[in-house]
C-alpha cells in the first residue's frame, strides 16, 4: 500500500487493509468450522450439560432430553451449521487475533512492534481462559434463570435459543478476559502509562461493573459478580504490571 510522505497511509488504505485482515480472518474460521462440523455431537453434548445430559439419556432410551428441542426440519442441518461457525470461530481465535493486532500495529514504531509482540501471545491464553470461565459458569446462570419456573408450568427450550444464550455467554467472557492484555500492550506502546491506568479506578470498576450488566445475557447478580470480579482484579493486575513496565524504563535511562 502506498504511503504519503509522512509515512501515514490514506483513509482508502485503512479500509483495504481491514478489508485483508477481515477475510483472513474468515478464512481461518471457515477452515476451522470444518473441525467443528465432525466434532458435532461432542459439542452439542457438552453444550447441553448444564441443562440435560444427553448420552445418559440416550444410553436409557428416553424419548427426550429435559426441556430441549429442535424445532422444524431444517433445524438440525441449521443448528449443525451454527454450532461448527461457533467451534471454529473459537479454534480460529489464534488467526483473528493476530489479525486484529495486525491491524492496528502498522501505526507504530518498530520498537514498539517488536515490544507489544506479547499481545498475541498473551491474548489467545487469556480468551481461551475467559471462554472457560464462562462455560463454568453456563451450569449455575442455567439453574437461577430456570429456578423461576412456576411449578405448575413447563418450560420448553429451543435449542437455537439456548445455544444463542451459550454463545453470548462465553464470548462476553473471552472478550472481556482480554481487557489486561490491550492495557499492557497500550502501555509497551507507550500509549498508557501505570499511572493512566490506575488513577481512574473508581470509573474503571463502575465501568466493567457496568460492562457486566449490560452484555452478560443473564442479568443476574450471581453471573455479574463472576465476570466483573476476575475483570476488576485482571484490571489492577494490568495497571501494576504497567507500573513495573514504566520503572524500568526510567531506570534504564537514568
Known amino acids: 500500500m502506498r504511503k504519503n510522505p509522512e509515512n ?5 488504505g485503512h479500509f483495504d487493509e481491514l478489508r485483508k ?3 483472513k480472518s474468515a478464512l481461518a474460521i471457515t477452515v476451522a468450522a470444518f473441525v467443528g462440523w465432525f466434532y458435532y455431537e461432542k459439542m ?3 453444550l447441553a450439560a448444564p441443562v440435560c445430559d444427553l448420552k445418559l439419556a440416550s444410553e436409557k432410551l428416553a424419548d427426550s432430553c429435559g426441556i430441549l428441542y429442535i424445532n422444524g426440519v431444517l433445524g438440525p442441518i441449521d443448528l449443525k451449521v451454527k454450532i461448527s461457525i461457533i ?3 473459537l479454534l480460529a481465535a489464534p488467526v483473528w487475533l493476530y489479525q486484529l493486532w495486525a491491524f492496528i500495529a502498522p501505526g507504530l514504531h518498530k520498537k514498539e512492534k517488536r515490544n507489544s509482540i ?3 501471545l498473551f491474548a489467545v491464553p487469556f480468551f481461551a481462559i475467559g471462554v472457560l470461565a464462562g462455560y463454568l459458569v453456563l451450569p449455575i446462570a442455567v439453574d437461577v434463570l430456570l429456578s423461576f419456573t412456576p411449578t405448575s408450568l413447563s418450560n420448553l427450550v429451543r435449542f437455537d435459543d439456548y445455544l444463542a444464550f451459550v454463545t453470548q455467554l462465553i464470548f462476553v467472557f473471552g472478550i472481556a478476559f482480554e481487557l489486561p492484555v490491550f492495557l499492557v500492550a497500550l502501555n509497551l506502546a507507550h500509549v498508557l502509562s501505570g499511572k493512566s491506568i490506575l488513577r481512574p479506578w473508581r470509573y474503571a470498576i463502575f465501568g466493567i461493573t457496568l460492562f457486566s450488566a449490560i452484555f452478560t445475557p443473564t442479568g443476574d447478580p ?4 463472576f465476570l466483573a ?3 476488576c482484579i485482571l484490571y489492577l493486575c494490568a495497571g501494576g504490571v504497567a507500573l513495573l513496565v514504566d520503572r524500568s524504563r526510567q531506570k534504564s535511562k537514568s
Open 87 to 89: 467451534l471454529g470461530t
Open 222 to 225: 450471581i453471573t455479574m459478580f
Open 44 to 46: 452439542v453434548q457438552g
Open 118 to 120: 506479547f499481545f498475541v
Open 8 to 12: 501515514r497511509m490514506p483513509i482508502l
Open 21 to 23: 485482515r477481515f477475510f
Open 229 to 231: 470480579g476476575p475483570l
